[in-house]
T-cell receptor, first 113, second 113 residues
Framework: DTGVSQNPRHKITKRGQNVTFRCDPI?????LYWYRQTLGQGPEFLTY????????KSRLLSDRFSAERPKGSFSTLEIQRTEQGDSAMYLC???????????FGPGTRLTVL | AQKITQTQPGMFVQEKEAVTLDCTYD???????LFWYKQPSSGEMIFLIY??????QNATEGRYSLNFQKARKSANLVISASQLGDSAMYFC??????????FGQGTELSVKP
C-alpha cells in the first residue's frame, strides 16, 4: 500500500492525558499536512511541513499541540493535557510541491473522556 | 480572507441520474486551485477532481466534472449516472497559496435505489 497511513486509527483517552499520533506520507511526497475535523464540519488546517521544516501553523494550534517531522519522512502530532474539546478526527495529508494535490490518510479519531 | 461556501447540507438523487453539488468561493488571489473530495462514513478523504484558476477547460475525471464559472466564483461538482456507492459527504476546498486547503461545510449526498 503506497497511500498515506496514520496510527492509531482510534484513540480514547482521559482528560489531562497526553496523546501522540503518527502519519506516514506517500514516500516521494515532500509536503505533509495536519488537519482537524469535528463532527459535521469540514477539515480545518493545523500545520504543514516541507521536508523537515514546519512552514505554517494555524492559530488553532495552541501551545498544547506540537508537531514534528524530524527526518522529513513521517510526522508526529502530540497533544498535551488533552481537553474534551480536542475530541475530533485528525487527518494527515501529503503532496509534492508541484502539483500540490493533497492525498489524505484514513485519520485518527480521538475521543477525550 | 479566503472562503468556501457549500449551501446544500443534504442532497438526494435517484440512482443513475446526474446531480450537481454547489460550491462558491471567495479569494483575492488570482492564482488558486479548487478541489473536490469525497468522504464516506469510514472517514477517509478521497480526492476526486482539481481545477486550476488559469485552466481554460472544465476538469473532468470519469463520472465527475467540475463546472467552473470564474466570473461567478463557482466550482460546482457534477456527478453523472449516480451509483449507490456515491452516497457520502462531499467537500469543496480551495488551496491558499502553495499550501493549506480551506474546506467548505460539506454536502451529504444520498443516492436512492
Amino acid at each position: 500500500d503506497t497511500g498515506v497511513s496514520q496510527n492509531p486509527r482510534h484513540k480514547i483517552t482521559k482528560r489531562g492525558q497526553n496523546v501522540t499520533f503518527r502519519c506516514d506520507p506517500i514516500s516521494e511526497h515532500n509536503r505533509l499536512y495536519w488537519y482537524r475535523q469535528t463532527l459535521g464540519q469540514g477539515p480545518e488546517f493545523l500545520t504543514y511541513f516541507q521536508n523537515e521544516a514546519q512552514l505554517e501553523k494555524s492559530r488553532l494550534l495552541s501551545d498544547r499541540f506540537s508537531a514534528e517531522r524530524p527526518k522529513g519522512s513521517f510526522s508526529t502530532l502530540e497533544i498535551q493535557r488533552t481537553e474534551q474539546g480536542d475530541s475530533a478526527m485528525y487527518l494527515c495529508a501529503s503532496s509534492l510541491v508541484s502539483p500540490g494535490d493533497q492525498f489524505f490518510g484514513p485519520g485518527t479519531r480521538l475521543t477525550v473522556l | 480572507a479566503q472562503k468556501i461556501t457549500q449551501t446544500q447540507p443534504g442532497m438526494f438523487v435517484q440512482e443513475k441520474e446526474a446531480v450537481t453539488l454547489d460550491c462558491t468561493y471567495d479569494t483575492s488571489d488570482p492564482s488558486y486551485g479548487l478541489f473536490w473530495y469525497k468522504q464516506p462514513s469510514s472517514g477517509e478523504m478521497i480526492f476526486l477532481i482539481y481545477q486550476g484558476s488559469y485552466d481554460q477547460q472544465n476538469a473532468t475525471e470519469g463520472r465527475y466534472s467540475l463546472n467552473f464559472q470564474k466570473a461567478r466564483k463557482s466550482a460546482n461538482l457534477v456527478i453523472s449516472a449516480s451509483q449507490l456507492g456515491d452516497s457520502a459527504m462531499y467537500f469543496c476546498a480551495m488551496r491558499e497559496g502553495e499550501g493549506k486547503l480551506i474546506f467548505g461545510q460539506g454536502t451529504e449526498l444520498s443516492v436512492k435505489p
